[in-house]
């Protein structure tokens, strides 16, 4: 009886050396993670995240799409009143935003964009020295750019899974929009004026910019498109062109698309005479993230009724 009971104490011996021995070798789930970000900087993410503050509309939509809103204890003054977002929380300015209060905040994560490096190589660095992960990602340009972010968030922020649904959702209706406009004859396209700062400073953009891209994806032609970027221009210039239908997402107007109706010199404009002259949703079309599909499909419904409207 004393040899079997002295068998069993070394069995359970050894079970237990040989757990102690898995579980040094299993990795450890609240270990920091290394990682480039966006912007090409190395970043350490925290071990658990329990605090962050965005500075940007866009990020902060994303963040929120990823069920992670709860987690936000600050955000920009630009994304005050974006569903999901937490009331009462400090809010700060995007390229100036108050250093002692972020500091005071002591975030586990910062998300910004390259606006809010301004004129400074490094703003946050003492965040940073404090504990801070500061994550920068830059203001995209195209619609995979767009979806590689959203990838990255997830992955930084653990939630890989709800950013999987997020894209497949945001894959799914890009897709039926490309195929409807594959379906629209070149005859009936549409050229299209995009305005985002009226006048007397009128401002738009060319190629390079996801908004052309989602004209192109829409299947209309933006007029400026030979040119690229952001950039200023003169009412002559669009005079010119004649386009069939004007959009503005200048919203902060009174009457937007009243104000361009009204231009000296636009009568004779083919989307003026017609008055096809339309406000966009601002937010949706200014934020390069997944939304932009809801500016998307009101452009599209507004230029093609018949073969959006419907679906």
């Known amino acids: 009886m004393k040899k079997k009971f002295t068998s069993i104490l070394i069995i359970a011996a050894m079970l237990i050396l040989c757990a102690c021995g898995n579980s040094a070798n299993e990795p450890n789930d609240t270990s920091p993670v290394t990682m480039t970000d966006p912007s090409g900087a ?30 936000i204890t600050g955000y920009d003054s630009y994304s005050a009143g974006i569903a999901g977002l937490p009331e009462n929380v400090p809010t700060f300015e995007i390229t100036n935003p108050d250093m002692e209060q972020l500091a005071a905040l002591a975030p586990d994560i910062l998300l910004v964009t390259n606006e809010s490096l301004y004129d400074q ?32 968030l997830a992955s930084a922020l653990d939630a890989s899974e709800k950013g999987s649904s997020l894209l497949e959702d945001f894959d799914e209706q890009l897709k039926e929009l490309a195929e409807i406009a594959a379906g629209i004859p070149k005859e009936e396209r549409k050229r299209v004026y995009f305005e985002v700062a009226p006048a007397p400073n009128m401002y738009s ?9 989602m004209i192109e994806w829409i299947g209309a032609e933006n007029i400026l498109a030979d040119q690229s ?83």
């Not at 970043?43 to 929120?64: D, G, R, Y």
């Not at 920068?136 to 990255?152: A, T, W």
């Not at 339309?278 to 499909?297: G, L």
Request: include cysteine; proline fraction near 5%; aromatic fraction near 8%.
């Open 229 to 311: 970027g952001w950039f200023t221009v003169e009412g002559e210039t669009i005079a010119a062109a004649n386009p069939d239908v004007i959009f503005t997402n200048a919203d902060y107007l009174e009457d937007p698309v009243q104000e361009i109706l009204d231009r000296d010199g636009w009568a004779d404009i083919s989307a003026v005479a017609d008055q096809n002259v339309y406000c966009i949703d601002n937010n949706s079309s200014s934020q390069p993230n997944h939304n932009i599909v809801k500016a998307m499909r009101q452009m599209a419904e507004i230029l093609y009724p018949d073969y959006y409207a419907a679906k």
């Open 121 to 152: 190589e490094s703003p946050f660095q003492s965040l940073i020295d404090a504990g801070t992960c500061v994550i920068c990602v830059p203001n995209r340009d195209n619609i995979e750019g767009i979806k590689s972010d959203i990838q990255f």
């Open 42 to 71: 190395e970043i350490t993410l925290p071990k658990q995240i329990n605090s962050i503050v965005v500075l940007a509309p866009s990020l902060s939509e994303i963040v929120v799409s990823l069920d992670m809103g709860d987690k």
């Open 205 to 213: 953009f060319g190629s390079g910019v996801f908004l052309n891209e």
